[in-house]
């Protein structure tokens, strides 16, 4: 913390997320400055973040672009200093100087510095559900041991956490709290014939109907996937069994996620879909602080509507129940393959439609085992990837 003001780390500032991260702390520059900023490639777009928000580090992945950026930085005048490597994402996630940061980096590649933050006992603002998804028992421990906080940065979950009671602890016995309701927008292609699927281009899936994502998301949004890995967040969040958590389909956005109780009240959070709201309240809980987002209109909404998921148009949705129920290592098949597929098409070697078809072969072809070590977790995350490219490979011949 320097003169007040709380020190953030920003993992995957370039992306979606991280944008809009950097946009709250613009508009608090009282309460909020920027320790690191990272990114995997974006140079360019990082050196313009590094002159407006002065950090004291910035990350990339290559000694290359670091060369080039702390050039460019230097010839600016800007005493930023520039890192690389997977060693120094974990390095400026667990300094002491710094006071939260923002797991954003997309994919398996943030769960090394978002575990950092968790020993080093950081506040959390969690964005990168695969690092939940992956390990969850491991992750959820170490927020623990570590005395870190773990906000979650999800929409949903984020919604879910502000309908939970005061003091609520992991597990909803107890709670009053009998059902989570995720909501899910279903995505651009909810009402598309299903035989129309195999010919859905990369840009197609990534134009989401109501939230502007990175193109990894967008994908897992068209797929449902999204959803799925975050039913498995939200069991690692909040410790409710699959039987309890909810996909209710809503395609206005408007309901972020409820809340259901025993005596029958049902709390949903409300907003427009701006991103900048939950990362706002992450950010300053408990406290409320302006975000910048367009104040919520209900007149110029009109209707909310509501329909269940069809399992058979979404089968991601019922991989990821399936390997929630199985636990172990099942999760980290499921996010290693999935990460591999996406990828897939949107390079366009693979059908939309054959997304979920790699997912269960890698799941039918994995020996399972119990996640007890993070070497254990990236193991898996290893073999489910060599496992799943070679079924993309003679999927696309
Ligand atoms: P983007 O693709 O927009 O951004 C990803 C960020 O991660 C970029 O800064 C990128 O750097 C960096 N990055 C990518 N690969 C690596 C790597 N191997 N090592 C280090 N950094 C890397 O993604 P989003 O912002 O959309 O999503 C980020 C996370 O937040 C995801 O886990 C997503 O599921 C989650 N999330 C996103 C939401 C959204 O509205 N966007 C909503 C809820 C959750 P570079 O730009 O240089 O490539
Ligand atoms: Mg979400």
Same mark, same amino acid.
């Given at each position: 913390?320097?003169?007040?003001?709380?020190?953030?780390?920003?993992?995957?500032?370039?992306?979606?997320?991280?944008?809009?991260?950097?946009?709250?702390? #613009?508009?608090?520059?009282?309460?909020?400055?920027?320790?690191?900023?990272?990114?995997?490639?974006?140079?360019?777009?990082? *050196?313009?973040?590094?002159?407006?928000?002065?950090?004291?580090?910035?990350?990339?992945?290559?000694?290359?672009?670091?060369?080039?950026?702390?050039? +460019?930085?230097?010839?600016?005048?800007?005493?930023?200093?520039?890192?690389?490597?997977?060693?120094? %994402?974990?390095?400026?996630?667990?300094?002491?100087?710094?006071?939260?940061? +923002?797991?954003?980096?997309?994919?398996? #590649?943030?769960?090394?510095?978002?575990?950092?933050?968790?020993?080093?006992?950081?506040?959390?603002? %969690?964005? &990168?559900?695969?690092?939940?998804?992956?390990?969850?028992?491991?992750?959820?421990?170490?927020?623990?041991?570590?005395?870190?906080?773990?906000?979650?940065?999800?929409?949903? @979950?984020?919604?879910?956490?502000?309908? %939970?009671?005061?003091?609520?602890?992991?597990?909803?016995?107890?709670?009053? /709290?009998?059902?989570?309701?995720?909501?899910?927008?279903?995505?651009?292609?909810?009402?598309?014939?299903?035989?129309?699927?195999?010919?859905?281009?990369?840009?197609?899936?990534?134009?989401?109907? &109501?939230?502007? +994502?990175?193109?990894?998301?967008?994908?897992?949004?068209?797929?449902?996937?999204?959803?799925?890995?975050?039913?498995?967040?939200?069991?690692?969040?909040?410790?409710?069994?699959?039987?309890?958590?909810?996909?209710?389909? @809503?395609?206005?956005?408007?309901?972020?996620?409820?809340?259901?109780?025993?005596?029958?009240?049902? %709390?949903?959070?409300?907003?427009?879909?701006? +991103?900048?709201?939950?990362?706002?309240?992450?950010?300053?809980?408990?406290?409320?602080?302006?975000?910048? /987002?367009?104040?919520?209109?209900? *007149?110029?909404?009109?209707?909310?509507?509501?329909?269940?998921?069809?399992?058979?148009?979404?089968?991601?949705?019922?991989?990821?129940?399936?390997?929630?129920?199985?636990?172990?290592?099942?999760?980290? /098949?499921? &996010?290693?393959?999935?990460?591999?597929?996406?990828?897939?098409?949107?390079?366009?070697?693979?059908? *939309?439609?054959?997304?979920?078809?790699?997912?269960?072969?890698?799941?039918? #072809?994995?020996?399972?085992?119990?996640?007890?070590?993070?070497?254990?977790?990236?193991?898996?995350?290893?073999?489910?990837?060599?496992?799943?490219?070679? *079924?993309?490979?003679?999927?696309?011949?």
């Amino acid at each position: 913390m320097i003169q007040g003001k709380k020190l953030i780390t920003v993992l995957g500032a370039t992306g979606s997320i991280g944008v809009s991260t950097l946009d709250v702390v #613009a508009r608090h520059p009282d309460r909020y400055a920027v320790f690191a900023l990272t990114a995997h490639r974006q140079v360019d777009k990082l *050196f313009t973040q590094c002159l407006a928000h002065h950090p004291a580090y910035a990350v990339v992945a290559s000694a290359d672009d670091a060369a080039r950026l702390q050039a +460019m930085l230097e010839r600016a005048g800007c005493c930023t200093e520039v890192l690389s490597g997977s060693q120094a %994402l974990v390095d400026v996630a667990s300094a002491p100087e710094v006071d939260m940061v +923002m797991a954003a980096i997309v994919g398996a #590649a943030g769960l090394p510095p978002a575990l950092a933050a968790a020993r080093s006992g950081k506040r959390i603002l %969690l964005a &990168n559900k695969e690092a939940l998804v992956m390990s969850g028992a491991l992750f959820m421990q170490e927020v623990v041991a570590g005395g870190a906080s773990l906000l979650p940065i999800d929409s949903e @979950h984020n919604a879910i956490f502000q309908g %939970l009671p005061a003091g609520f602890e992991r597990g909803l016995g107890g709670s009053g /709290v009998t059902r989570i309701l995720l909501t899910a927008s279903g995505g651009p292609f909810l009402n598309k014939p299903i035989d129309e699927l195999a010919a859905v281009t990369p840009e197609m899936a990534c134009a989401h109907p &109501n939230w502007v +994502m990175g193109r990894k998301i967008s994908v897992d949004s068209a797929t449902m996937m999204n959803k799925g890995l975050e039913v498995i967040e939200a069991y690692w969040l909040f410790g409710a069994p699959a039987e309890q958590i909810e996909v209710v389909i @809503h395609p206005q956005s408007v309901i972020h996620s409820l809340v259901a109780y025993a005596d029958g009240s049902v %709390l949903a959070q409300l907003g427009n879909p701006d +991103m900048r709201t939950p990362i706002a309240h992450a950010m300053a809980y408990p406290e409320r602080i302006d975000s910048g /987002v367009k104040p919520l209109d209900l *007149f110029e909404i009109g209707r909310l509507d509501f329909q269940r998921p069809d399992f058979e148009r979404f089968p991601c949705l019922g991989h990821a129940y399936r390997v929630l129920r199985e636990g172990g290592i099942a999760p980290a /098949v499921l &996010n290693a393959a999935n990460e591999v597929a996406v990828a897939s098409f949107l390079d366009g070697r693979l059908g *939309f439609d054959r997304i979920s078809d790699i997912i269960s072969a890698t799941l039918d #072809a994995i020996e399972r085992r119990e996640a007890d070590s993070l070497d254990v977790v990236l193991d898996a995350d290893r073999r489910a990837r060599e496992c799943a490219s070679g *079924f993309v490979e003679r999927a696309s011949r």
